[in-house]
């Protein structure tokens, strides 16, 4: 099945500043998604990427997909607290298998 | 659009009692799935649900799991007997049949086993 390693396992930033999360995959990637989770509470869907060098934007987060390393990052420019919490890489087929997470914390 | 509703939100129980949780999926969508969120790790499938038939339990523990979607709308999960490992929060989603990116989160159930 899909394996998903994410890195780092945590973050701790000054708010304002950049940060990059990684997922990397075990198995070739046909659509990865990257999800937003507060603390033991559901997950809040942001992006899917489909395409090799695919990349989307929602307001300051923006997500690659590298088909070839099999792999996609999570940018976030000038962070606020707004963005705490957990973001989760998933990935199908044949159903969504998680990554373990990437706790982030931004101080004000 | 009425989002994914579990029920309850949060839920204490003595090991070896028994809990369930329940689940009512978007209007419309014909896959319900139950994840397993231990604390510092990402969810775990469960079970998968095509209307009302199962589609993927293979990581599901069978001996105090069980799950059913009668009707293929809403679910429920029970757990009987209930272990200390099996302090988590419980995640059902749903999604449109065969459209993985229409998965739809519900807000989870936080499950402590004391």
């Known amino acids: 099945s899909q394996e998903l390693e994410q890195s780092p396992q945590s973050l701790i930033v000054q708010e304002g500043k950049n940060l990059t999360i990684n997922c990397t995959s075990s198995k070739t990637l046909y659509g990865l998604y990257w999800y937003k989770q507060k603390y033991g509470e559901g997950l809040i869907f942001l992006m899917m990427l489909q395409k090799g060098g695919e990349e989307k934007s929602h307001e300051k987060i923006t997500a690659k997909l590298d088909e070839k390393k099999q792999q996609s990052s999570l940018h976030i420019t000038a962070s606020q607290p707004s963005h705490a919490g957990i973001y989760l890489c998933g990935a199908v087929p044949p159903d969504m298998r998680f990554g373990a997470g990437t706790r982030l914390t931004v101080k004000p | 659009e009425a989002g994914v509703a579990q029920s309850p939100r949060y839920k204490i129980i003595e090991k070896r009692q028994s809990v369930a949780f329940w689940c009512n999926p978007i209007s419309g969508h014909a896959t319900l799935y139950w994840y397993q969120q231990i604390l510092g790790q990402g969810p775990k499938l469960l079970i998968q649900?095509?209307?009302?038939?199962?589609?993927?339990d293979s990581q599901l523990p069978k001996d105090r799991f069980s799950a059913e979607r009668l009707k293929g709308v809403d679910s429920t999960l029970k757990i009987q007997p209930a272990k200390l490992e099996d302090s988590a929060v419980y995640l059902c989603a749903s999604s449109p049949a065969g459209e993985a990116y229409g998965y739809t989160f519900g807000s989870g159930t936080r499950l402590t086993v004391v």
């Open positions: 649900f095509q209307n009302n038939g199962v589609v993927d």
